[in-house]
């Protein structure tokens, strides 16, 4: 066995770009997270639905022309499969939003690291693929996380409320698990990411909107602004996301995912006045072990 090649300094900073990109979108994520615990419940949840997924097409369509991928690349041989996706996604949307105004924003965001785990087993079970010995511990884990934070609950000393919001946050991961296994679907299948995004985008607006009949608000300055904020940040988080894994492999970038913890408690303890309780503080730990360890095992390249 020769010994591997020394990485070239290019491709050092290459990486380095790839991961300040994964960071500044978990910030953009966190932004709009922000946005949308500061709307309450003044708005109706539909409409935040339909203006976080019509302002995130600005930045969107702007990408994809820029890159040369609008409209063409819009074009698709799997509109039922998009339709599957886009479904799962925007149902994911609904409860995502909802469990952010029942929960603290940290509590909110850990949940949705339960993903990780749901999709260890939605791949297994429909994809076939590989349950290994390291992806069932990452289920174990995170499932334990989620019983250690439904403790509470069943002591009495989580409000109705909030014990929505777990069941809701919950739903949330395993949604998002089911829209991320059909994405990674339609990837195999030959769809363009940008056609992919659009389309979950388009179709999420238009569930949104198809609550007006429920009773909408006029929007006053405030609200209008953080409903453009959260739109536009999640459409820019999206983006540089994208952009991340033009400069880096999934396996580095993996790592910096979870700063949207971060991001979360510092918002909620500095805007909002949050601070993670007991059952947080023991939950975080297991959960994020656990999507950790529910990630595909980085190959090392050698030279032999």
């Excluded at 066995?1 to 990109?21: K, N, W």
């Excluded at 904020?229 to 492999?249: V, W």
Aim: positive net charge; charged residues 10%; proline residues 6%.
């Amino acid at each position: 066995m020769h010994p591997a090649a020394p990485v070239p300094a290019t491709a050092i900073r290459t990486e380095a770009f790839g991961i300040l990109l994964r960071v500044a979108a978990t910030l953009a994520f966190a932004a709009m997270g922000g946005c949308i615990k500061a709307l309450g419940t003044t708005v109706p949840l539909g409409q935040v639905v339909f203006f976080r997924s019509a302002f995130a097409l600005l930045p969107l369509v702007a990408f994809l022309w820029l890159t040369g991928s609008f409209p063409k690349g819009l074009a698709t041989t799997r509109p039922l499969g998009h339709a599957a996706r886009c479904l799962m996604g925007a149902a994911a949307m609904f409860t995502s939003f909802a469990t952010i105004r029942l929960l603290p924003l940290a509590e909110a965001t850990m949940l949705s690291y339960l993903a990780p785990a749901f999709m260890a087993l939605m791949g297994w079970a429909f994809l076939g693929e590989n349950l290994h010995r390291r992806r069932i511990m990452g289920v174990a884990l995170g499932l334990s996380g989620c019983a250690v934070i439904s403790l509470p609950s069943m002591t009495g000393d989580l409000p109705a409320a909030a014990f929505a919001g777990l069941v809701l946050g919950v739903t949330t991961a395993l949604l998002t698990a089911a829209a991320l296994i059909q994405v990674r679907r339609l990837t195999v299948m030959g769809e363009q990411a940008g056609a992919i995004a659009f389309w979950f985008a388009a179709v999420s607006a238009l569930a949104g909107a198809a609550t007006l009949p429920l009773g909408w608000t006029v929007p006053d300055g405030s609200q209008l602004m953080l409903l453009l904020g959260a739109g536009l940040s999640g459409g820019i988080a999206h983006i540089l996301m994208t952009l991340s894994f033009r400069h880096a492999e999934a396996a580095a970038l993996a790592p910096y995912e979870y700063l949207s913890i971060l991001w979360a408690v510092i918002l909620g303890l500095a805007v909002f006045g949050e601070s993670p309780g007991w059952a947080f503080l023991l939950a975080a730990p297991l959960i994020l072990s656990g999507a950790i360890a529910a990630l595909p095992v980085r190959r090392l390249r050698r030279a032999r």
